[in-house]
């Protein structure tokens, strides 16, 4: 067993080693340097309005302020090319990792559930690993 384990935590420093893992590292800090001022808008306005909709929903008298306001930050911080760049390298990533997942599982057996490109794991089956 502890070879599997010192095996994987090769895979993961070859992981971070990666081009598109450390173009979102280096992005996350880049935007926390740019955009200081909308990340915290953006995460005020998320605490608002969770807050809201667990306290009434659609009900809560200061739903609409809290839809607009939280919509307002997020389009004003998802409109930064540094963010759109991030999501868009951490969606490549995510995929890569989901393929080598997948490839890694059927190399075990062909019956564990692995997610799937949208990462849904589908329900049913089970491992019929022998």
Do not use: W
């Amino acid at each position: 067993m502890t070879e599997i384990m010192m095996q994987a935590y090769q895979v993961l420093d070859e992981i971070k080693e990666d081009s598109k893992y450390k173009e979102i590292k280096y992005l996350d800090k880049k935007m926390l340097e740019l955009y200081p001022n909308e990340i915290s808008d953006f995460q005020n306005a998320k605490l608002k309005y969770d807050s809201v909709m667990s306290e009434g929903g659609s009900y809560h008298p200061d739903f609409k302020e809290a839809v607009q306001k939280f919509s307002e930050s997020k389009a004003v911080l998802y409109s930064k090319p540094e963010v759109k760049r991030y999501f868009e390298v951490e969606k490549e990533f995510q995929d890569e990792l989901n393929d080598f997942l997948f490839q890694m599982t059927q190399s075990v057996s062909s019956h564990i559930q692995t997610p799937n490109k949208l990462g849904i794991v589908k329900k049913g089956g089970s491992c019929h690993v022998r």
